[in-house]
Structure formats: structure tokens, C-alpha cells
T-cell receptor
Framework: GAGVSQSPSNKVTEKGKDVELRCDPI?????LYWYRQSLGQGLEFLIYFQGNSAPDKSGLPSDRFSAERTGGSVSTLTIQRTQQEDSAVYLC????????????FGQGTRLTVV | AQKITQTQPGMFVQEKEAVTLDCTYD???????LFWYKQPSSGEMIFLIY????DEQNATEGRYSLNFQKARKSANLVISASQLGDSAMYFCAMRAAGNNRKLIWGLGTSLAVNP
């Protein structure tokens, strides 16, 4: 596609439920990043995929968070047993190679846990 | 520890004037990179400009320039000839030590351009 697409744009869920957030990167981009932006905070790195290499999961805040990238393209971020502190905007970015200066961001998914 | 500080929560500027957004950083690394991003109300992060710690000249990209003062550990963004479309949040960020994929982010500055 023309840009990084994220869905849904907004998600309200009840505490304790699982949610899946989707990211469609720009076609041909091998690097994909997930970030979290909490209200009044900067971006927090979550996970990074690069081609067929093992993902860098060092930013995932707990084992309730996981992500996968199928076929080197679409990525899904899953949050299990959501908590209120998970409420944030989740941003996905992709780049042709792992160069942050050339990363394009999606518009994010605003997650609200009630 | 690495840290980015943006001391201006909000800024106003008149259309067509220049504005400087402040950013100071803290790192013990000799090699680092500094980024500026724009986040309009639509939500996406838009990369604006990058400065490497060993770059001798200040980075420029169109109306954006980075006033890099290494000794002061500051990397201020200068936007010349402000336009109404420049109204947005602006974030300063630094590449994390030992991890090229992670950025350490400031809390951002909200810029409003007045007609």
C-alpha cells in the first residue's frame, strides 16, 4: 500500500480481555517496529522485526504482550488479559532496511481499557 | 542513563516567522544519533531530520535545521517561515546505546502556528 496501515484505529475493550492490533507495512519494507505512546509520554519501543531474523522483543513490558509477523509482511500485536495501564496509542512503523531515519509510521491504534 | 529533555510543553509562533524548539540530551556514548519527528493530529510520526554525533555540520532539510551544540548537549530544531500546517507535536529522540532500533524519546512540544 501507499503507507503503513493500522487497524483498528480505535479499540475499547474490557479489562481482562485479549486484543489484537494489526499493522500492514509498506510493501517491500523488511523492517517493522512497534511502539507504544502513553498519554503525556514519549514513545516506548516494544518490538522490532527485520526480515527472517529473530525479533528484538526487548521492549515488551510483560509476557502478556506478544507479536508476530507473518510472511515478512503483516504484523499482529497481541495483548492478553488487558489492564487499564495498557491504554495507549500503539504505533507501527516500517522501513526498507533497519534505518530509523527512513521509517514510516502508521496513524496508530488508540487502545482504551475500561 | 540516556535521557531526552524537551522543556517547552507548548509553543506559539506567528505564520511566516521562525521558531526554535528546544531539546537537550544526556548520554555517555561518544557515538549517538539525534532525531526530530512531527506528529500531527492524525497521529502518525513523521521523520523530519537527523544529526549524527560526528557530523561536523548542522543538519538541514528544507525549512528544518538542527542547531547541534555538542558541548552543551543540545539539538534544537529550527523551523523557518512557519506555515499553518506546521501545527503539531514535535518530538526529539536519541538512538539508544547498544540498540539501533530503540529510540529514547522526549515528551514533546506542542507547536501552534497562528495566522
Amino acid at each position: 500500500g501507499a503507507g503503513v496501515s493500522q487497524s483498528p484505529s480505535n479499540k475499547v475493550t474490557e479489562k481482562g480481555k485479549d486484543v489484537e492490533l494489526r499493522c500492514d507495512p509498506i510493501s517491500g519494507h523488511t523492517a517493522l517496529y512497534w511502539y507504544r505512546q502513553s498519554l503525556g509520554q514519549g514513545l516506548e519501543f516494544l518490538i522490532y522485526f527485520q526480515g527472517n531474523s529473530a525479533p528484538d522483543k526487548s521492549g515488551l513490558p510483560s509476557d502478556r504482550f506478544s507479536a508476530e509477523r507473518t510472511g515478512g509482511s503483516v504484523s499482529t500485536l497481541t495483548i492478553q488479559r488487558t489492564q487499564q495501564e495498557d491504554s495507549a496509542v500503539y504505533l507501527c512503523a516500517s522501513s526498507l532496511v533497519g534505518q530509523l531515519t527512513e521509517a514510516f509510521f502508521g496513524q496508530g491504534t488508540r487502545l482504551t481499557v475500561v | 542513563a540516556q535521557k531526552i529533555t524537551q522543556t517547552q510543553p507548548g509553543m506559539f509562533v506567528q505564520e511566516k516567522e521562525a521558531v526554535t524548539l528546544d531539546c537537550t540530551y544526556d548520554t555517555s556514548d561518544q557515538s549517538y544519533g539525534l532525531f526530530w519527528y512531527k506528529q500531527p493530529s492524525s497521529g502518525e510520526m513523521i521523520f523530519l531530520i537527523y544529526q549524527g554525533s560526528y557530523d561536523e555540520q548542522n543538519a538541514t532539510e528544507g525549512r528544518y535545521s538542527l542547531n547541534f551544540q555538542k558541548a552543551r548537549k543540545s539539538a534544537n530544531l529550527v523551523i523557518s517561515a512557519s506555515q499553518l500546517g506546521d501545527s503539531a507535536m514535535y518530538f526529539c529522540a536519541m538512538r539508544a546505546a547498544g540498540n539501533n532500533r530503540k529510540l529514547i524519546w522526549g515528551l514533546g512540544t506542542s507547536l501552534a502556528v497562528n495566522p
